[in-house]
């Protein structure tokens, strides 16, 4: 298992910032797809995010494209997801991921092999 540890979420309202930063291990960050997801009403899990950690490579889902940034600071070893411009639908919990395999499939929740808590994010209007 690896261990994962979300943390930077909280209460906004629409338009404002938050990054949410997930500690990690070194070997976690060396597995090939690093994500982020948002649960929302009704516990799915909707791919926000992902990062192919040879590459550098990112993929953003079409609601965060343009507002998101993922990205991984090795040096303090985290994966952090910056969200701009926030909206009442970007509420949820977010959820950093880690598939130990490589997957084309960025965004299927199946694939990731470990999972951290979460961290509440809401919006309001």
């Known amino acids: 298992q690896i261990d994962l540890r979300e943390s930077g979420g909280g209460s906004v309202e629409a338009g404002g910032s938050l990054t949410l930063s997930c500690a990690a291990s070194?070997?976690?960050?060396?597995?090939?797809?690093l994500g982020w997801f948002r649960r929302g009403q009704g516990n799915l899990r909707d791919g926000v995010a992902g990062?192919?950690?040879?590459?550098?490579?990112?993929t953003y889902s079409t609601s965060a494209k343009g507002r998101f940034t993922i990205f991984v600071d090795n040096a303090k070893r985290t994966i952090n997801l910056q969200m701009n411009d926030l909206r009442p639908e970007d509420t949820g919990v977010y959820l950093c991921?880690?598939?130990?395999?490589?997957?084309?499939?960025?965004?299927?929740?199946?694939?990731?092999?470990?999972w951290g808590q979460g961290t509440q994010v809401t919006v309001s209007s």
């Open positions: 991921a880690v598939a130990r395999y490589f997957t084309a499939y960025t965004f299927d929740y199946a694939r990731y092999t470990d």
């Open positions: 070194d070997y976690a960050l060396s597995r090939p797809l």
């Open positions: 990062i192919d950690s040879r590459s550098g490579e990112t």
